[in-house]
């Protein structure tokens, strides 16, 4: 009897020890995501309605660093595993093809029906469709877009800028009516990561140049790259951009800028609810625009944004799905829309009046979302960023030219390319 006892604890232990059952017999369904800047906590109270409307369902969020560098190393280790100790999976846009190849994500196709699919942006869409299959559900969404001081352009009578050439005027004017040491010009996230490689793409295709051409042969060193690359290592040079954009991400950025230290700076949406927040130093003072262009190109923003799957090794798929359903409708979006500022992944979000009301901002920037470039959406794309990060960091740096940076990378994107693609 004892021992039947023990063998029974033992089992009950391993149970919860493998995401199964909690002790109050619940489904233990575990939910790892990255650290959402600004205030998280309505994220945790929106889980608590889930658990609500769901009393057979206990939630488990577990919270990864906010860089996505570092969670996909977390998810590609534990995946690589076979690991079932998570089970819903927040995911950058640029994942999903690699983990759906492999065979790491639940195939989510016809959960929804066409009409309802259709209700969501169209290129976070595309990228979470591999093979006909759909493999993740948008959460939120993200483009890149340039801040700018208001009451420091006012002062010296200047518009934001439409071009590159016109930022650099700008800030020219501004730091040196200002004299202060500590005010930068231009940020953006310049470290050697994921991040770096968002940044650069707006200037590369805001120069109407492009990673790979239409037909995915990689076109990196074409004139027009070079010269979008070798005018970001000017602005270092020239001290439009301070030395340290070299080493920052999008929190350094935001922190630099949100204390008063920059007059522009390159970031997502997420840092415009935290600049105007109550006590923030620069509140009211934070204009946003589309990014700047270089003479006779269109201004880029690249797409990024979150998305929703399922771990294919989970033991609880269908409490997983309950709960993507409900992260994605249309009223949780809502919730932490108005009450974190994530942009929603559902069209029809960017029409709400209660949305256009309490957060004008994110209604403005429908056109934006809907036009960011994506990333080449391919099952390659971390080792052709892996090539990207390294090479945009040496020309940033000046340890090479934006010239002989570019021509490797095209030859080790070639290398990575299967033949056919
Ligand atoms: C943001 C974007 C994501 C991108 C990352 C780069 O989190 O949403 O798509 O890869 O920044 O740092």
Not at 28 to 47: C, D, N, P, W
Not at 256 to 268: C, K, L, Q, T, Y
Request: aromatic residues 10%; charged residues 25%.
């Amino acid at each position: 009897m004892i021992r039947q006892l023990t063998i029974l604890a033992v089992s009950l232990l391993m149970m919860v020890s493998c995401g199964g059952t909690s002790d109050n017999g619940k489904t233990k369904l575990v939910f790892k995501h990255g650290k959402i800047a600004g205030q998280s906590e309505y994220l945790t109270r929106l889980v608590e309605q889930f658990e609500a409307e769901y009393p057979g369902i206990d939630v488990i969020e577990e919270v990864l660093p906010s860089i996505t560098d570092q969670q996909r190393q977390f998810y590609i280790t534990s995946l690589e595993g076979g690991s079932s100790d998570f089970d819903v999976m927040s995911l950058d846009v640029i994942w999903i093809p690699e983990f759906a190849q492999a065979g790491w994500l639940e195939d989510l196709s016809g959960k929804f029906t066409e009409e309802e699919v259709s209700r969501f942006f169209p290129g976070p869409l595309k990228a979470d469709t591999y093979n006909g299959k759909l493999y993740a559900v948008p959460w939120y969404v993200d483009g890149g877009m340039l801040y700018y001081r208001k009451d420091l352009l006012k002062r010296y009578n200047l518009s934001p800028p439409e071009t590159f050439d016109e930022l650099v005027s700008c800030v020219r004017t501004v730091l040196k009516g200002e004299n202060n040491d500590k005010l930068a010009g231009f940020l953006w996230q310049g470290k050697q990561y994921e991040g770096l490689v968002c940044a650069a793409l707006e200037f590369i295709e805001g120069n109407c140049a492009h990673v790979l051409d239409e037909n995915g042969n990689p076109v990196i060193d074409s004139e027009n790259a070079i010269e979008a690359m070798r005018f970001m290592r000017h602005l270092i040079e020239t001290g439009i951009a301070p030395e340290y954009v070299t080493t920052t991400d999008e929190e350094a950025t935001r922190h630099s800028f949100g204390n008063g230290n920059a007059i522009f700076m390159r970031n997502w949406p997420y840092a415009y609810n935290i600049f105007n927040a109550e006590g923030s130093k620069i509140k009211g003072k934070v204009g946003v625009k589309i990014m700047p262009h270089f003479e006779g190109c269109e201004s880029a923003s690249t797409l990024g944004g979150w998305q929703l799957g399922i771990n294919k090794h989970s033991e609880h798929k269908k409490a997983a799905w309950q709960f993507i359903n409900f992260m994605s409708r249309y009223e949780s979006q809502k919730y932490l829309a108005l009450n974190i500022g994530l942009k929603p992944s559902r069209q029809d979000l960017y029409n709400d009046e209660d949305i256009a009301r309490e957060q004008p901002f994110i209604t403005e920037l429908y056109d934006v979302l809907m036009h960011a470039v994506p990333r080449p959406v391919s099952p390659y794309y971390s080792r052709i960023s892996l090539v990207l990060q390294s090479k945009f960091s040496a020309i940033l740096s000046g340890t090479k030219t934006a010239e002989t940076a570019l021509k490797e990378a095209r030859r080790e994107i070639e290398q990575i390319l299967p033949e056919s693609s």
